[in-house]
Nanobody, 115 residues
């Protein structure tokens, strides 16, 4: 199983980015998909998740109203739309696939927000 993130980059404050995470080697609709991030000198933290069983979504308080997680089953891909980006959103963003039996992390994609 493998998940690969893409879409990171450099953006100014207030800007937007869309991250993608494409899964392979697993049954995509049997996995909850989540995004985490790790900022400079910080612990890795939860950002958002999309539950496969009922489509529920969850967000960290710090990103509510600005970030949206969505899933395209046909493409085995989960997205993270990030709007109104702030300096404190600068981090490596990681995708995680979670099932009842295993988990799989991606390698991460860098998001840098500049003033």
């Amino acid at each position: 199983a493998q998940v690969v993130e893409s879409g990171g980059g450099l953006v100014q404050t207030g800007g937007s980015l869309r991250l993608s995470c494409t899964a392979s080697g697993l049954t995509f609709n049997q996995y909850t998909m989540a995004w985490f991030r790790q900022g400079p000198g910080k612990e890795r933290e939860f950002v958002a998740s999309h539950v496969h069983k009922d489509g529920s979504t969850y967000y960290a308080d710090s990103v509510k109203g600005r970030f949206t997680i969505s899933r395209d089953i046909a493409k085995n891909t989960v997205y993270l739309q990030m709007n109104n980006l702030r300096l404190e959103d600068t981090a490596v963003y990681y995708c995680k696939a979670i099932s009842d039996y295993d988990t799989c992390w991606g390698q991460g994609t860098q998001v840098t927000v500049s003033s």
